[in-house]
T-cell receptor
Framework: DAGVIQSPRHEVTEMGQEVTLRCKPISGHNSLFWYRQTMMRGLELLIYFNNNVPIDDSGMPEDRFSAKMPNASFSTLKIQPSEPRDSAVYFC?????????????FGEGSRLTVL | EDQVTQSPEALRLQEGESSSLNCSYTVSGLRGLFWYRQDPGKGPEFLFTLYSAGEEKEKERLKATLTKKESFLHITAPKPEDSATYLCAVSWGSNYKLTFGKGTLLTVNP
């Protein structure tokens, strides 16, 4: 079984550039989450989709961040313009749970470095 | 104030030396407490869900327990392959988000 697939695995870009991270959740899962992980702050929830609809985006740090889920098998997280403080590992996770997160299946992450 | 605190931050054990990791939480209306394992360069991997005080779950050398204010992850006779970061997360109230602790980095030496 394919797990959650994220791309790219590594991204190095310069400040001001647009960054797009991609995620393919596990087939049949109806919940999708984007998390960011840093040494200082640990894992932080950015946005949560249920049945392709954004339910909670309160964790998105600012307007430079946006996320979409056009269908059940694809989601993107975009940062425009990127800044050095955005450097982190970004994880996508999916779940079959509805009322509570339940068991999350994480991808291997996209490591972003903004110079 | 952190809502989920894990201790210790790092723990080094000899193979076979049993120990426990702690996860304390300050949220009210706990809906679930979750343990995950994270290997370097990988995403977290789900281990256990605990829903109510007194509940216990076991998997191989790991046993998770839950009280009203904390959870313990007991590791019995650990092996080097148990080395990883162990993350605790909680879901509470009407909120369906998971709030993660910063994790405990466990190293088991052969």
């Amino acid at each position: 079984d394919a797990g959650v697939i994220q791309s790219p695995r590594h991204e190095v870009t310069e400040m001001g550039q647009e960054v797009t991270l991609r995620c393919k959740p596990i087939s049949g899962h109806n919940s999708l989450f984007w998390y960011r992980q840093t040494m200082m702050r640990g894992l932080e929830l950015l946005i949560y989709f249920n049945n392709n609809v954004p339910i909670d985006d309160s964790g998105m740090p600012e307007d430079r961040f946006s996320a979409k889920m056009p269908n059940a098998s694809f989601s993107t997280l975009k940062i425009q313009p990127s800044e050095p403080r955005d450097s982190a590992v970004y994880f996508c996770a999916s779940s079959a749970g509805q009322l509570i997160p339940g068991e999350l299946f994480f991808g291997e992450g996209s490591r972003l470095t903004v110079l | 104030e952190d809502q989920v605190t894990q201790s210790p931050e790092a723990l080094r054990l000899q193979e076979g030396e049993s120990s426990s990791l702690n996860c304390s939480y300050t949220v009210s209306g706990l809906r679930g407490l979750f343990w995950y394992r994270q290997d370097p360069g990988k995403g977290p991997e789900f281990l256990f869900t605990l829903y109510s005080a007194g509940e216990e779950k076991e998997k191989e050398r790991l046993k998770a327990t839950l009280t009203k204010k904390e959870s313990f992850l007991h590791i019995t006779a650990p092996k080097p392959e148990d080395s990883a970061t162990y993350l605790c997360a909680v879901s509470w109230g009407s909120n369906y988000k998971l709030t993660f602790g910063k994790g405990t980095l466990l190293t088991v030496n052969p």
